[in-house]
């Protein structure tokens, strides 16, 4: 297969990588950081998430954080909802705040399921129904997260025939695109493959995307190999922040400078400008008082010094 010559990266950062802060962070900083994502050229942003307040705290500001964003043309915004509760707070601000995507959240772990959204997998796609039919009548482009695709922190190891099943019930339902998610960071090139492929029994190879947490270092290998089977989207975070609260050990997602840098330097374009993404990377780590967790980035940084 050849590989792709354009990739998509949507960053997760303002939700993924920021949720699992313990500190507030405010508002204010995490419109800021899309602001700077957007300039730097991303053309998708993970904002934050319409989940309980008491289960996420962090993502509490949602309606405040969609609300003060300044729309650049062309950028798609997403938000998660788990539920019809989460979509109608989604859409309660005027049409022009709403997200242009939402996702729903499953995982290919029972226990993780249970976990994360305090239900079974069965249950949790028919939570998802009512939510996807909602978002499309409304013209809402519609997302499906897998998690646990590879492994899970409570059941180890996670056959792709899991995987499979819950890519047909997510399609079943009438969700769009799926991104296979390794929320631990535990997968490895070919098993990250096996997912992949029990997926595109179900989805177009356009409505699929990677999302992979670097725990174990990995990341960057299992975009490369998802990349050698023309999956040209992908999900990553700035400065390699984040993590899940619910998933024990789970570390950030892989850095958007380290896989841009890849990229790019496989001559494989991303309309992203590096530079700018690092200091976007670098705005967000100042505030929070730590290092970017991207070797890219500490490299260009180090350059940059000197
Ligand atoms: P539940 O407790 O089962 O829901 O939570 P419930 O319907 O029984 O309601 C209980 C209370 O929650 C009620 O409030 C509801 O109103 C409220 P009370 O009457 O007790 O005051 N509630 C809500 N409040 C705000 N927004 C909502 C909402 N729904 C109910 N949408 C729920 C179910 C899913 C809401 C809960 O388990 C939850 O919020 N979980 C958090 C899940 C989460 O955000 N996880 C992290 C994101 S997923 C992730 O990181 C993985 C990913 O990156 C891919 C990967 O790496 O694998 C996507
Ligand atoms: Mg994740």
Redesign the pocket.
């Given at each position: 297969m050849k590989l792709p010559s354009r990739v998509k990266l949507v960053d997760?950062g303002p939700?993924?990588g920021l949720?699992n802060e313990k500190a507030q962070v405010p508002a204010a900083v995490k419109i800021e950081l899309v602001h700077r994502l957007q300039d730097a050229g991303l053309t998708e942003i993970e904002v934050t998430?319409?989940?309980?307040?008491?289960?996420?705290p962090q993502?509490a500001d949602n309606a405040e954080v969609m609300a003060g964003i300044r729309r650049k043309p062309g950028v798609r915004y997403s938000v998660?909802?788990?539920?019809?509760?989460?979509?109608e707070?989604a859409i309660a601000s005027p049409r022009e705040l709403w997200p242009d995507e939402i996702?729903v959240?499953g995982?290919a772990s029972e226990a993780?399921s249970q976990k994360?959204?305090?239900?079974s997998i069965a249950e949790s796609i028919e939570?998802f129904r009512p939510v996807v039919e909602a978002a499309r009548e409304k013209g809402i482009y519609v997302r499906g997260?897998?998690?646990?695709?590879v492994g899970c922190p409570y059941e180890g190891e996670i056959a792709p025939e899991r995987v499979d099943m819950l890519a047909g019930l997510m399609k079943g339902i009438g969700v769009q695109h799926v991104?296979v998610?390794?929320?631990?960071g535990v997968g490895t090139p070919l098993k990250v493959q096996r997912a992949l492929d029990a997926t595109l029994r179900h989805f177009d190879l356009n409505d699929v995307s990677g999302?992979f947490?670097d725990t174990y270092g990995q990341a960057l290998g299992n975009t490369l190999a998802s990349l050698q089977m023309g999956v040209w989207q992908f999900?990553t975070s700035s400065a390699g922040l984040?993590?899940?609260?619910?998933?024990k050990g789970?570390t950030g997602?892989v850095a958007t400078e380290d896989v841009v840098y890849m990229l790019h330097g496989m001559g494989i374009e991303t309309g992203i400008d590096l530079d700018k993404l690092i200091d976007a990377g670098k705005f967000i780590s100042d505030f929070l008082g730590r290092k970017p967790n991207s070797r890219a980035a500490t490299a260009l940084l180090n350059k940059r010094a000197n």
């Open positions: 997760v939700r993924d949720q998430s319409f989940v309980s307040p008491k289960w996420v993502m998660l909802t788990p539920n019809m509760k989460g979509f707070a996702v959240f995982a993780f994360n959204i305090n239900c939570r997260a897998m998690s646990c695709t991104g998610a390794d929320t631990i999302h947490h999900d984040g993590g899940c609260p619910f998933a789970a997602n």
